[in-house]
């Protein structure tokens, strides 16, 4: 229902620019200034109202559950895998409501899991959250960090394994 408007509204706009054609055309064969005004007038109220449509639609689709539950799985990736409601709702200035929705949404299927952190809830969207990979001695169990350039361990000599935690 939140649609017809906009819809209206650009269907309204091809009148308008119709016939501010027509009186362009009208205007460019005489000398009349009362119809290249008219002409002019009709033209911007056709511009306004389907310019208006357009973008109504267009946040109406940006605004879809299946639009922004796709948004937050996106938004989620470059927060580090997490998402709140509040970041959500300033992402895509959009009610309280319709965010917890989608996030809840998200959870029932599976997607992603809801942590209750400090008195607010945090969404951990599955599979992006990221993964810490160290460098580990099989051997002596020496934990060393990724950015050593060590391949193998400085107290035993093994070979270092990468292990993902």
Same mark, same amino acid.
Not at 60 to 64: G, R
Not at 115 to 119: D, H, K, N, V, Y
């Given at each position: 229902m939140k649609r017809l408007p906009a819809i209206l509204a650009a269907l309204a706009s091809i009148p308008f620019l119709t016939l501010g054609l027509v009186f362009l055309i009208a205007a460019g064969t005489g000398s009349s200034?009362?119809? =290249?005004?008219?002409?002019l007038v009709s033209?911007?109220?056709g511009t306004l109202l389907l310019v208006a449509g357009i973008r109504r639609l267009r946040r109406?689709?940006?605004?879809?559950p299946d639009a922004l539950k796709t948004g937050a799985v996106e938004l989620a990736r470059r927060l580090g895998g997490e998402i709140t409601v509040a970041?959500?709702?300033a992402e895509y200035r959009i009610p309280?409501? =319709?965010a917890e929705t989608v996030l809840d949404g998200l959870v029932a299927e599976g997607t992603a899991r809801r942590?209750?952190?400090?008195?607010r809830a945090v969404y951990v969207v599955s599979g992006l959250a990221p993964s810490l990979a160290r460098k580990t001695c099989p051997y002596c169990g020496t934990e060393l960090p990724m950015r050593s350039d060590l391949r193998k361990c400085?107290?035993?000599g093994g070979q270092l394994e990468i292990t993902k935690t």
């Open positions: 200034t009362s119809r =290249l005004l008219t002409g033209l911007a109220i109406l689709a940006d605004i879809s970041q959500l709702r309280q409501e =319709l942590e209750e952190r400090e008195q400085p107290n035993c």
